[in-house]
């Protein structure tokens, strides 16, 4: 089960205890924001993509959505989403509790601009009822291969 593996992760940080799980279905972000208490903006949602055929995962606002232009500028392809099996298989969590830990050493993480305007944020881990609260800086910092910080979303800025 993924999130084991996220808590023997978390374990070897010293971190393990901050694992939060749910009665409840945490797998959206409506449901994660019900189960956490807070706004759905706050949710930490994991995106899977494909790029030259090796997975990535986005790290974006629970109110933001992939802006293409934005994507292809970045990661120079069009975004192509994980199928839930090749998400299974590909970053060994299942969709609903895709997070960015313990990852295999081929999936690179970004972190999208969006998540910057909170104090912390509630990414899932690794199951599709748990989250754990973090900064921004501790999401950097304890994400699995950690690449950059991206801006590839649209939908959360005032201007928008």
């Known amino acids: 089960m993924s999130i084991q593996k996220v808590r023997e992760y978390f374990k070897g940080l010293g971190i393990e205890e901050r694992i939060r799980e749910f009665e409840v279905s945490s797998a959206t ?3 994660a924001a019900i189960a956490v208490g807070v706004e759905g903006a706050r949710i930490a949602k994991s995106l899977s993509f494909k790029v030259d055929e090796e997975p990535i995962i986005i790290v974006v606002a629970g109110d933001g959505k992939i802006y293409n232009g934005a994507y292809k500028a970045f990661f120079h392809t069009k975004a192509k ?4 099996e090749e ?6 969590h299942d969709v609903g509790g895709v997070c960015p ?26 199951s599709s009822n748990s989250a754990v609260e973090m900064t921004c800086a501790e999401l950097e910092k304890y994400s699995s ?5 991206v801006d590839v979303c649209k939908g959360w800025r005032e201007e928008e």
């Open 29 to 31: 972000v409506e449901l």
């Open 81 to 84: 989403m994980l199928t839930h």
């Open 87 to 92: 998400a299974h298989t590909m970053i060994g």
């Open 101 to 126: 830990f313990a990852l295999p050493e081929n999936v690179k993480v970004y972190l999208d601009e969006s998540l910057k305007r909170f104090e912390t944020v509630f990414p899932a881990a690794g």
């Open 145 to 149: 291969n950690f690449t950059a910080w």
